[in-house]
């Protein structure tokens, strides 16, 4: 079973146009690995808004895949994806077009399988919600206090 120290969460984006509708996908890569030196993905999943041609935005779940059904924190993890897939779309393409307006640049741009790396290897307390990491029986970290 997988501790919320035990794994890290990268983000990517890639979109594309479909030749035939006209349609605009913008797909959002999530990928959550161990921390151990082979860094093994154990959960993926693609979040994604179409966008027609009168600029209807549908969002969806798209691909998941986990490497671990019986892990309590990697259920956790997916179910989350599922839950509101639109507001969670859109904060992510939110911090997309910040990211893009910001950090594209040769020392801090990679382009990887599944497109344009946002951000890497973070903790998972940077990412999600403590009410998802209590799956993995643990409590969050005390803050920090002033001496």
Excluded: H
């Excluded at 983000?11 to 797909?27: F, I, Q, R, V």
């Excluded at 986990?66 to 309590?72: E, R, T």
Aim: with cysteine; hydrophobic share 35%; proline share 4%.
């Amino acid at each position: 079973m997988f501790s919320r120290d035990d794994l890290t969460i990268s983000m990517y984006y890639a979109s594309s146009t479909d030749s035939e509708s006209g349609n605009k996908l913008a797909t959002m890569t999530v990928e959550v690995r161990d921390t151990s030196p082979i860094a093994d993905l154990v959960l993926m999943t693609q979040l994604q808004c179409v966008t027609d041609k009168a600029k209807k935005k549908t969002y969806s779940v798209g691909k998941q895949s986990i490497a671990n059904g019986s892990d309590p924190l990697l259920i956790a993890i997916e179910q989350y994806w599922r839950t509101g897939p639109e507001t969670l779309v859109k904060d992510l393409l939110a911090e997309v077009m910040e990211f893009i307006s910001g950090s594209v640049g040769q020392e801090t741009t990679w382009v990887g399988q599944y497109g344009l790396k946002v951000f890497e290897n973070r903790a998972l307390a940077e990412r999600l919600p403590e009410s998802v990491l209590q799956a993995d029986g643990g409590a969050a970290a005390p803050a920090p206090t002033e001496s």
